[in-house]
């Protein structure tokens, strides 16, 4: 599926906190890290998942932390999620961050069902055949939304590959139904690559949500291994498309799958060169031992410098960190969604009249 890393939590720790972490990649730079652009980098050689020389299992680091959920609020979108008999990608990618987002109504709502006909090596939801769509599911999720008063939200989907238009025209009435429920609240998809079918993002485009997101998840180099049958340049085409149709773009990364510093730069550079406008990098854990293991724990300070690096760039807002995900901290993005809206909305404006005086 197309969206938030998955990771561990509560139900699922105890089996977690046993998984096996050995090497995946040679790839990763010593310490001291590649020659980069930027400002001095931290090493890149900390933080190693492998077993200690004694061959014991490493545990995660201290600064993988979940905050239990123990607050009403929390308990409350639970209740409402199984009473609408919603998806969330939240519970379904098993996200660490379930106790603090949904103590703040922040939530992700999964579409299209909670099973993916993808099987991608990094994520926790289920693979295989799923249901055909839910036709009274967009009135549910607007239902859900215009009841927690947000001011931004994300729904992403689970990849629908058996379906003709890759589940677009669902996606549309989805974003139709929450448009006219919550008027003042701004919307984000985060989608899948519908195989590259562009008309089918036009089709998700059309009805209008604030930003399209579709994230490479991880480098080119390692693509093919993370996401199966997806691949980078078919998502980087994604992004292109929905650029040049003028949406608000985003994208995200995993790290900590075997890639080097030099190989995240690139990206970096790649998706700023594109105009994509917002950035999330994250920490990959691994949610079973039938995932990908994880390959190295990126240090807080690598994700630092990291985000330094891209807004430095220019790109206008970057989440980073070791629990950032596509989703994380999203709810706060309404202001700067907001800003770029009415900075589009006044140069389209500033365009017609100059082409109007030239006539
Ligand atoms: S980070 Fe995203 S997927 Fe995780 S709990 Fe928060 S909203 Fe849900």
Known sequence: MPTDTPSTFKSRTDRRA??????????????????VDGPDSPDQGAGDARPDSTGRKR???????ARFPNKPTFFEVRN???????HTVCESASCPNIGECW????????????????????????????????????????????????????????????????????????IRRVKTACPNMTLEVLTGDFKGQTEHVDTVLEAKPDV?????????????????????????????????????????LMLGLGETRDEIIEVIKDTHALGVDIMTLGQYLQP???????????????????????????FPHVESGPLVRSSYHADGQADLVRAILTRRSRETASRDRAAKDAT
């Open 18 to 35: 046993a998984v096996h972490l050995p090497v995946f990649s040679e790839t990763l730079s010593s310490p001291g890290g590649p020659g």
């Open 212 to 252: 399209f997101a579709h994230n490479l998840e991880t480098v080119p180099r390692l693509s093919r291994q993370v996401r199966v049958q997806a691949s980078y340049p078919r998502s980087y085409r994604i992004l292109e498309h929905a650029k040049r149709r003028g949406a608000i773009t985003k994208t995200g």
């Open 59 to 65: 545990r995660h680091p201290p600064w993988i932390k």
């Open 288 to 314: 079973s031992s039938n995932h990908l293991p994880i390959a190295r724990y990126v240090p807080p300070e690598e994700f630092a410098w990291l985000r330094n690096y891209a807004l430095e760039l220019g």
């Open 103 to 174: 103590t703040r109504r922040a939530l992700t709502i999964m579409i299209l069902g909670d099973i993916c006909t993808r099987s991608c090596r990094f994520c926790d939801v289920a693979t295989g055949r799923p249901q055909p769509p839910d036709p009274d599911e967009p009135r549910r999720v607007a239902e859900m939304l215009a009841g927690l008063d947000l001011e931004h939200t994300v729904i992403t989907c689970v990849d629908r590959d058996d379906l003709a238009d890759g589940g677009a025209a669902h996606w549309a009435e989805t």
């Open 80 to 86: 409402r999620v199984r009473e609408l008999a919603l």
